[in-house]
């Protein structure tokens, strides 16, 4: 069946029942290497160069974004479609319901989608137990996995470091990367974390348990000049590795649409000119991952000149299948591109 036709069947559902009933079938596909491997290498295509970054070997610079596998259920499905790295989670210290239902909506004209998860998890302890059980089945997949840390909506600001601190204790056994999220539109407060303070507090909080593994701070798309540079600055001067642009874009007072972060091709332009904003004030030499509008050739290779070393991908999954990372390594657009 193509996916054309699973669309509209998809698109008759729910949106957050599709996406459930998506991460099943991927929950179902991890369940068996072998399956995952037939998948692999149907689709994979072997000349495609791996990245050598932050000490790690990517196999492909598509990745998987956050948001989609919140409770770390499929990451060796996301390689049977040909990623080259998964960000997993947002993960809590605490398992937390999120917002109330319905909190995510397609916008079909504009390739887009809306949602107001509010960090829903199963919780870092359930996490790590699940990463740890797939390792010992010899389901971890052969790529980094990036897991995603955020704060619980129930603690204050001026304890967030602890939270960050308490979910990275857990899951930096598991992780290749920590990823620090305080850019989500969707936690009352937490983007009042992108201030040098704040952040300088929670990158030392996660930079503890995580040992000598990277740390890269996940940034907002409407930050930017002296305070993006400035918590940019704050931020390596704390000791994080790089940086990912950017999360979903915040509801404007009086814009027509649903309360949520806008992801999709609406992010294109603005996302991929933080990414230049980034690499502008930080140099080459720090690693940096572009995520927002990529569903093409066209807008990757964008990321990429603009300054990314690695892209990721959610919403235009959505819209054209699982195999879109493989189809874009496919179609050969990455460029030769420093490494580090």
Sequence with gaps: MSYALARTLLFRLDPEEAHDLGVGAARWLAGRA?????????????????????????????????????????????????????????VTPRPQSGKPKPRMFRVPA??????????????????????????????????????????NATTPNDRAAEDYNLAATSLAPHADVLTINVSSPNTPGLRALQNPQELTAIVRAVLEPAAGKPVLVKVAPELEGDLLRSVLDACLSAGATGFIATNTLAKQPGEPREDGGLSGQPLRQISRARVAEIRKHVGDNIPLIGCGGINDAESARAMLDAGADLIQLYTALVYQGPFLAAALSRVGFIPPHRSR
């Design 34 to 90: 072998e399956r995952c491997r037939l998948v692999r290498n149907f689709i994979a295509r072997p000349s495609v160069r791996p990245v050598e970054l932050m000490g790690l070997t990517f196999p492909t610079r598509v990745g998987l974004a956050a948001g989609l596998d919140k409770n770390a259920e499929a990451p060796l499905a996301w390689w049977a479609f040909g990623f080259g790295f998964a960000e997993l989670g947002t």
């Design 110 to 151: 504009r390739q887009a989608l809306i949602n107001r998860m509010g960090f829903n998890n199963q919780g870092a302890r359930r996490v790590a137990e699940r990463l740890a059980e797939q390792k010992a089945a010899g389901l971890r997949p052969a790529m980094p996995l990036l897991l995603s840390v955020g704060k």
